[in-house]
Each structure stands twice: as C-alpha cells, then as structure tokens.
C-alpha cells in the first residue's frame, strides 16, 4: 500500500540514536571527570566507542534517506542550510565567551596576578614561531576547501578529491602541531587566569578542527561513493561553512592571545 505525500518536508521515523547519542555522551562527561578525578579510564573509553559508534550509524542513516531515499526535497536542504548557519552562529557566541575572558583579565589585570600581562612568571609563546605555521596552514587548507567547492560545482571530481585530501592532511598536520606545542608548553591550565583562558579557548578550537577534518573525511569518503554532484551536495556544503567558520576564529585567536595578548 502506497502512501502519498502532499508535503516537500521530511518526517523521520523513530529512531534510537538520540537517546543512545544522549546515554553515551553524558557516560563519556561522567568518565572524563573520573579520569580526571581517579585516573581510571573506563567509563570514558566506552563512552567515547559508544559515541563514535552512534555517530557512525546515525550519519549512515541520514546519508540514506538524503542519497537513496530522495527525502531531502529542496524544502529540506534550506532548512539544513539555516540550521546550519544558525548552529555556526552560536558557536560564535560560544567561543564569544572565551575572547570576553582573555579581554577582561588582560585590560584589567587584578592585583593577584601583579596588575600585569602576561602575569609574572609566565612565559608565553613566541608568536612567529609554530602559532604563525599553524595560521598559515589554515589559511592554505581555506583556499584548498574552497577549490574542492569550486571543482565539484564544474563537475571537476578528480580536482574536488585532490583538494579535499589536501584539506584534510592539513588539519591533521595542524592538529599535530598543536599537541606538540602543548607538550612543551611552559606553562599549564592550572597557571592563573592566563593559562586558564590559554588552553580554554585554543583547546576548544583544537576540538573544533578535529571535528572539522572528521567531517570534511566524511565528505571525502561520501565522494569517493559518487554521493554528490553539483546540484545536491549539502553535506559538503556545511563542512565547508564550518571548515571556514574554524578558520576565522584561529585568525582572531592567533591576533588576540599569541600575538596581541603576548
């Protein structure tokens, strides 16, 4: 039996991963504080495979319904697009809060950190160093991404898939880099309200490119199936929103706290 539809918008079913997404994050927050707490990674490792796991089979099930099943209708994709864009905004706001910190500790150093910035005994970063690579990786991986766009919107998918493998080994350089330089970091988070909104905001960005490559390898992957073309390709189009979202906040992290705040 036949069912019209007389709507261009998409119904989903029942489905079991919010409630699994819901159980394994907060089973993966519950395990890091333990980690952090006793030392004991368990919990956080399940939650962590259960996440990944759920993350897996949720993203195969929304590929199918947009790729196999025709459910995302024109109607659909703009109302991904805006939720996307809306989703882009609050993470403005949220790394808003993070930039509202460093400013306010460093034009108004408190008198327990000596009225100074950098407060006494911290040694921050030199600026034309790794944090000046790291800048201009990303800018680079911008360029590269944005010649992936271009080249899927000409039916280009030997350049689309050049470029954006190109994309992804730069944020996994950049990621690499960055985990080399908090190894030898001078100072920790726990070293006052420098460190603390140091490794606050540039450790949440870090989260962000790592989030960024795993959604730009999807993208790939989703290529290399033959999942887009230049008319419907929405999935790419937000990895791209968000890669150059990433971008733009490292250019103000790297003026404000490693050049400017230095």
Same mark, same amino acid.
């Given at each position: 039996?036949?069912?019209?539809?007389?709507?261009?918008?998409?119904? *989903?079913?029942?489905?079991?991963?919010?409630?699994?997404?819901?159980?394994?994050?907060?089973?993966?927050?519950?395990?890091?504080?333990?980690?952090?707490?006793?030392m004991t990674?368990?919990i956080?490792?399940?939650g !962590?495979?259960? /996440? %990944?796991?759920? @993350? $897996?089979?949720?993203w195969?099930?929304?590929?199918?319904?947009?790729?196999?099943?025709? @459910?995302h209708t024109?109607? !659909?994709?703009? +109302?991904l697009?805006?939720g996307?864009?809306?989703? $882009?905004?609050?993470? *403005?706001?949220?790394?808003?809060? &993070?930039?509202?910190? &460093?400013?306010?500790?460093?034009?108004?150093?408190?008198?327990?950190?000596?009225?100074?910035?950098?407060?006494?005994?911290?040694?921050?970063?030199?600026?034309m160093? $790794?944090?000046?690579?790291?800048?201009?990786i990303?800018?680079?991986? +911008? *360029?590269?991404?944005?010649w992936a766009?271009?080249?899927?919107i000409n039916?280009?998918?030997?350049?689309?898939?050049?470029?954006l493998?190109?994309? $992804?080994?730069m944020? =996994?350089?950049?990621?690499?880099?960055q985990?080399?330089?908090?190894i030898?970091?001078?100072?920790? %988070?726990?070293?006052?309200?420098y460190?603390?909104?140091?490794?606050?905001?540039? +450790?949440?960005?870090?989260?962000?490119? =790592? =989030?960024?490559?795993t959604?730009?390898f999807?993208?790939? /992957?989703r290529?290399?199936?033959?999942?887009?073309?230049?008319?419907?390709?929405?999935?790419?189009?937000?990895?791209?929103?968000?890669?150059?979202f990433?971008? !733009?906040?490292?250019?103000?992290?790297? =003026?404000?706290?490693?050049?400017w705040?230095?």
């Amino acid at each position: 039996m036949s069912i019209k539809q007389n709507h261009p918008y998409h119904l *989903v079913e029942m489905s079991p991963w919010p409630l699994v997404g819901a159980v394994s994050t907060m089973m993966m927050l519950v395990g890091t504080v333990s980690f952090f707490q006793q030392m004991t990674n368990l919990i956080m490792s399940m939650g !962590v495979f259960m /996440t %990944i796991l759920t @993350m $897996i089979q949720w993203w195969r099930d929304v590929i199918r319904e947009g790729t196999y099943q025709g @459910m995302h209708t024109k109607m !659909v994709i703009k +109302g991904l697009r805006w939720g996307m864009i809306l989703f $882009i905004v609050s993470e *403005v706001f949220f790394f808003l809060s &993070f930039f509202w910190a &460093f400013f306010h500790s460093s034009l108004s150093s408190a008198v327990q950190i000596g009225t100074m910035w950098p407060p006494m005994g911290i040694y921050p970063f030199n600026p034309m160093q $790794i944090p000046l690579l790291n800048t201009m990786i990303l800018l680079t991986s +911008g *360029v590269t991404v944005t010649w992936a766009h271009h080249s899927l919107i000409n039916n280009n998918f030997k350049e689309m898939n050049q470029s954006l493998m190109i994309t $992804i080994i730069m944020g =996994i350089y950049f990621s690499l880099l960055q985990m080399y330089e908090y190894i030898e970091a001078p100072f920790t %988070i726990s070293d006052s309200v420098y460190g603390s909104t140091f490794f606050m905001a540039t +450790g949440f960005h870090g989260i962000h490119v =790592i =989030i960024g490559t795993t959604f730009l390898f999807v993208s790939l /992957t989703r290529q290399l199936n033959l999942h887009f073309s230049k008319t419907h390709h929405v999935g790419f189009e937000a990895a791209a929103w968000y890669w150059h979202f990433v971008d !733009v906040v490292w250019l103000f992290l790297y =003026i404000s706290i490693y050049w400017w705040g230095n």
